[in-house]
Nanobody, 124 residues
Framework: QGRLVESGGGLAQPGGSLTLSCATA????????MGWFRQAPGKDREGVAH???????WYSDSVKGRFTISRGDAKNTAVLQMTKLTPDDTAIYYC??????????????????WGKGTHVTVSS
C-alpha cells in the first residue's frame, strides 16, 4: 500500500518561515500532480500549491508570492517553502498526490493519496 511521508511544519512567528516536505513511499504508478492542501479549524480543505508532471505550478491567491513549491531531489518528492507567514496560514497542511493525467490537481474527493497532515501554527 502506498503512502505519503510528510515532514516539517511547527510553530512560527508572524513574518517567519517554515518548510514542508513530502515523499511518496510504495507508490509504483506515475505521479501526475503533487502538492498541498490545508484545513483550518471550522473551514473546508483548500488547495495551497501544487505542480503537475510537466512542471507547471499553481498557487492559491492567498499564498502567491509568499510560498514556493518545488520538486525535491529524489523522485516523487516535493518541498513547500513558506515565507512571510501570517496567523491566517495556521492550519493542518496535507500533502496530496494524484495519479491521473489532468491539467491540475483535482478537488479533494478525487485526490488519490493523502498525507496524515502537518500542523503549522503562526503566532507571536
Amino acid at each position: 500500500q502506498g503512502r505519503l511521508v510528510e515532514s516539517g511544519g511547527g510553530l512560527a512567528q508572524p513574518g517567519g518561515s517554515l518548510t514542508l516536505s513530502c515523499a511518496t513511499a510504495g507508490i509504483s504508478r506515475d505521479v501526475y500532480a503533487m502538492g498541498w492542501f490545508r484545513q483550518a479549524p471550522g473551514k473546508d480543505r483548500e488547495g495551497v500549491a501544487h505542480f503537475i508532471r510537466d512542471g507547471a505550478t499553481w498557487y492559491s491567491d492567498s499564498v502567491k508570492g509568499r510560498f514556493t513549491i518545488s520538486r525535491g531531489d529524489a523522485k516523487n518528492t516535493a518541498v513547500l517553502q513558506m515565507t512571510k507567514l501570517t496567523p491566517d496560514d495556521t492550519a493542518i497542511y496535507y500533502c496530496a498526490v494524484d495519479l491521473t493525467p489532468r491539467a491540475q490537481m483535482p478537488l479533494p474527493p478525487l485526490v488519490d493519496y493523502w498525507g496524515k497532515g502537518t500542523h503549522v501554527t503562526v503566532s507571536s
